[in-house]
């Protein structure tokens, strides 16, 4: 009895004590401590800190990568949550280090184009080494940070360079765009953006989705505990239809000229090479160039940032005889076989109209006009035609129209006729107008995407196709691939019979014509055309002599073909920029690539094009029963 006595007075007085702890605690947590946890709960913030998505991939059309991502260290200045003058912060800073003149002139450069809490970049691709350093001494500089992020790659440099653009840092007017746009949300946390090119018109599908990481932090910004994630979504992969190989076999051949070529496949409207000299390296944009660079990028006299192929604006010269033949053939003004005297000069009205090559080319019927390249046949046909029928014919083979690429900055050009001269000068059209048009000149200006287009509608015998550069694009999300085709497919109105006459006149020129040269031991045949664009206007009479003119006052030379001539399986066009007679300038380009994708013949090294491996009949141990 007196043991059960003792065990309830213990049991009375432990959890009194219990109870009595309890009270005490919770006066010190609801009286003393009250404003003080107060402040800190209501201080404690949750906060949604963006997680980059990984950018899509862009690949040639054989999955080779044209354009990657990598993850890499770099040290990043917040001006705002800084404590002393930018100079100064990284004077020291250098001293922890290596900071180059460079990297400080980019600074300041993404400094100038940032927002004003973004963190900048001041030295990129830390090593281990280097971070270590940092790390030790990062007390002493207050808004510096060391960051982990995601930064772009073109791993072939200056190759297909104007095709596949850049990504720069989001401007102001990038901002604008996004918030117009309402895409604030897809913006948070990033930092870059596609700004020309591929990068620029594929940005919505390259770009991806960010997530988010949610988390409860101290008003100082301390971590308390983490509370959700949403994972981001990763861009989609774009396979273009550009063939890599090819693309370099061209550059090669172009050598140090300037100038544009474009390769499409007639049959699908893939363009299979898309090449702008001179040109420069991407990778030069991707973290912020640096104000020389970028003073000696722009200011060039020789335009490495102009994309020449689709926006630069040239006479086409005698590229564009093939063409005024199929309208005089099918307005009926001529013949197969209506025949001129070409004594090397046109009058008209007391005006001579001379033949660029100064030779008499005798008596010419329209096969041998093409094959020959006269002028005064052209001229008489012009004059015949009229402006506004040729205007009429060219429209719909594109030239002066936008061809609808998908790829932004597509430049119009100008298809000419008495209402459009009305408009830009306010002057009536002269007979003398009509008569340039005949051989490419006048008020013709067209962009080499426009010539390419009209000769690979030639070569599919007249049916266009819109001309792309995505092939296919991939969603990692989904696992599904999307094929890209065409987007529109016309008839030209034009007789099938005359469109034949037309192809089979322009593999006289690669036969025995004024491109047998450069085709000489060819084994396939070619249609082709040459052209030589006058750049500045000569007195009448005068002769043209390169030597004596400035290079940049120099013809251009350009050339279209496309191959086999029965059967096409590339059409391309190619401009040189006063490079002279397009026999000699342009034809030698169009060679190599013609041998390369038909033969897969080339001095670089490089296998054949997929599909003529393909075709490569196996070795008898591979070949299956």
Request: glycine fraction near 8%; aromatic fraction near 10%; charge should be positive.
């Amino acid at each position: 009895m007196a043991e059960f006595r003792r065990r309830g007075i213990f049991a009375v007085f432990f959890f009194g004590l219990c109870f009595l702890i309890l009270v005490g605690r919770f006066v010190w947590l609801q009286v003393i401590c009250h404003d003080q946890y107060t402040t800190q709960a209501e201080s404690n913030r949750t906060v949604s800190i963006p997680v980059q998505a990984s950018r899509g991939l862009i690949m040639d059309r054989n999955g080779i990568i044209l354009a990657r991502n990598y993850w890499s260290y770099s040290l990043e200045i917040t001006p705002t949550e800084t404590e002393e003058k930018l100079n100064t912060l990284i004077e020291r800073l250098s001293k922890v280090i290596p900071i180059s003149q460079t990297d400080i002139r980019r600074f300041k450069r993404l400094l100038s184009e940032s927002k004003r809490f973004d963190p900048v970049p001041i030295r990129l691709d830390l090593t281990e080494d280097e971070m270590a350093r940092f790390l030790v001494q990062k007390w002493r500089f207050p808004g510096v940070e060391l960051a982990s992020r995601e930064f772009r790659q073109y791993p072939f440099g200056q190759i297909g360079a104007h095709l596949l653009g850049y990504m720069g840092r989001i401007s102001e007017s990038d901002a604008k765009r996004i918030e117009k746009d309402g895409q604030e949300e897809l913006y948070r946390g990033a930092y870059n953006i596609g700004k020309v090119g591929i990068e620029r018109t594929y940005e919505d599908a390259l770009r991806g989705q960010p997530g988010f990481s949610v988390l409860e932090v101290t008003a100082g910004g301390r971590p308390v505990r983490y509370l959700e994630s949403t994972p981001s979504v990763p861009g989609k992969n774009l396979t273009l239809s550009i063939d890599l190989n090819l693309q370099k076999v061209v550059e090669k051949a172009f050598g140090a000229e300037a100038g544009a070529m474009i390769a499409i496949d007639p049959s699908t409207g893939e363009i299979l090479a898309f090449v702008s000299k001179p040109t420069y390296d991407p990778n030069l944009f991707l973290n912020g160039i640096d104000y020389d660079t970028w003073n000696q990028l722009n200011t060039s006299p020789r335009k490495p940032l102009l994309n020449r192929a689709m926006r630069g604006i040239y006479p086409i010269g005698s590229t564009y005889k093939p063409f005024m033949a199929l309208a005089g053939l099918q307005y009926g003004v001529i013949t197969p076989s209506t025949t001129i005297n070409d004594q090397g000069v046109y009058e008209l009205g007391g005006h001579k109209f001379r033949d660029a090559a100064k030779v008499h080319k005798g008596i010419l019927d329209l096969r041998r006009s093409i094959t020959v390249s006269s002028d005064i046949y052209y001229y008489k046909l012009a004059h015949d035609l009229g402006a506004e029928r040729i205007h009429d014919f060219m429209e719909p083979w594109g030239f002066g129209q936008l061809t609808g690429i998908d790829l932004l900055g597509e430049q119009q050009g100008i298809l000419p006729n008495a209402a459009w001269k009305e408009k830009q000068y306010k002057k009536p059209w002269l007979v003398g107008d009509t008569i340039s048009l005949g051989i490419g000149q006048g008020y013709n200006a067209f962009t080499l995407l426009q010539l390419a287009h009209a000769v690979a509608t030639l070569a599919d015998r007249g049916v266009a196709l819109q001309p792309h550069l995505v092939r296919s694009i991939y969603d990692p999300k989904t696992h599904k691939s999307t094929e890209m085709e065409s987007t529109y497919r016309k008839e030209m109105p034009v007789s099938k019979k005359n469109i034949e006459f037309i192809i089979d006149a322009m593999t006289t020129v690669t036969q025995n014509g004024t491109a047998a040269g450069a085709f000489r031991g060819a084994p396939y045949i070619a249609a082709g055309k040459t052209g030589t664009a006058q750049v500045v206007g000569i007195a009448q009479g005068a002769r043209y002599n390169a030597a004596a003119i400035a290079k940049q006052h120099r013809d251009h030379g350009l050339f279209i073909s496309f191959a086999p001539a029965a059967k096409p399986r590339i059409a391309l066009a190619v401009l040189v920029e006063n490079g002279g007679f397009g026999a000699t300038a342009a034809a030698p380009i169009a060679r190599a690539a013609l041998d390369y994708w038909l033969l897969g013949k080339n001095s670089l090294g490089l296998p054949p094009p997929q599909y003529l491996r393909d075709q490569s009949p196996k070795p008898a141990a591979e070949a299956k029963p």
